[in-house]
């Protein structure tokens, strides 16, 4: 695969006036990653949730702003879907409650790719407030989406946090796995960026990091955001001493732009100084860790 222009968004959180000023709003963005030459142009966990903005009758209440912005899924999908076509490249939207056929209702992130075609991840794991606050589910299956990028995975915010998530999509293919994220706090800030960084060194693969930033005090679910967006890479040979490939400027509303070239991601794991992709199996002394299922989608 040839590499690509990735831009990661620092998204503002911004209360808007109707669904049409969204649609105006996130147009910008997107035509402005795709006139920087950008392919795959990525948006922070729950950016869809200044949707509820719309309804100022459901602000003081957790799980009425979900159904308000969860019941509009299919045009908040249908515009990302038009973008991605109409700009020729792909989106992972900003995630969003999604309720399924049983009445769960599941954290998805949808990658859209320029032929309308349309692949989700579901968080697997809920932070607390997901599930003791808001009643969120996670998902129950691990994929990959192979795409005219390269196999992608995504790992969203806490997801990011456990090992064998992203280790599934690495064993699976995967030469970058997608982070958005959404922290309420510094804190919660680094342990998503070590989370990241630790998955690029483990995995000797690209990791991207993209959190929602600003302040939202309108809001009773993204009332403050903090972060920057940066690409990780193993801090190994033709990489930086850190391992950072490029970040943002901490809480301004921007687009980071970084190259990813997954010849690179083949190098690391055959020629580097250390082997930890090839090595993981020597971890488990005198027993076999069972691999997680990953369920690879065709999104070409």
């Not at 064998?164 to 690495?170: F, S």
Request: aromatic content about 8%; proline content about 7%.
């Amino acid at each position: 695969m040839s590499a690509f222009t990735l831009a990661l968004a620092q998204y503002p959180i911004e209360p808007v006036a109707s669904f049409t000023a969204w649609q105006e709003r996130m147009t910008r963005w997107v035509e402005q990653a795709a006139q920087a030459g950008a392919r795959l142009l990525v948006f922070p966990e729950y950016a869809g949730m200044e949707l509820a903005s719309l309804d100022p009758a459901s602000m003081g209440d957790l799980q009425g702003t979900l159904r308000f912005v969860e019941g509009l899924v299919e045009r908040i999908d249908a515009h990302h879907r038009a973008l991605a076509m109409a700009q020729d490249v792909h989106i992972l939207a900003g995630t969003m409650p999604y309720a399924l056929p049983d009445g769960r209702v599941v954290n998805r992130a949808r990658l859209f790719t320029p032929a309308g075609l349309c692949g989700h991840q579901d968080k697997i794991v809920m932070t607390r407030f997901e599930r003791e606050d808001w009643n969120i589910d996670g998902g129950d299956t691990i994929r990959l989406f192979e795409t005219a990028l390269g196999r992608i995975g995504i790992s969203i915010c806490y997801d990011i946090e456990f090992p064998l998530i992203a280790r599934a999509q690495a064993e699976a293919g995967a030469a970058l796995i997608l982070s958005p994220s959404c922290t309420d706090t510094m804190q919660g800030y680094w342990r998503v960026r070590i989370g990241a960084q630790a998955r690029a060194l483990e995995n000797q693969c690209f990791v991207a990091q993209v959190p929602m930033v600003g302040m939202a005090p309108w809001s009773p679910v993204l009332d403050a955001n903090y972060g920057a967006a940066a690409l990780f890479a193993p801090p190994d040979g033709d990489s930086p001493d850190d391992g950072v490939l490029a970040i943002g400027k901490l809480g301004e509303p921007q687009w980071v732009y970084a190259t990813v070239d997954p010849d690179r991601v083949t190098h690391w794991r055959r020629e580097g100084t250390v082997r930890a992709f090839t090595h993981w199996p020597e971890q488990f002394v005198g027993s076999e860790a069972p691999p997680l299922a990953c369920e690879v989608i065709e999104l070409r």
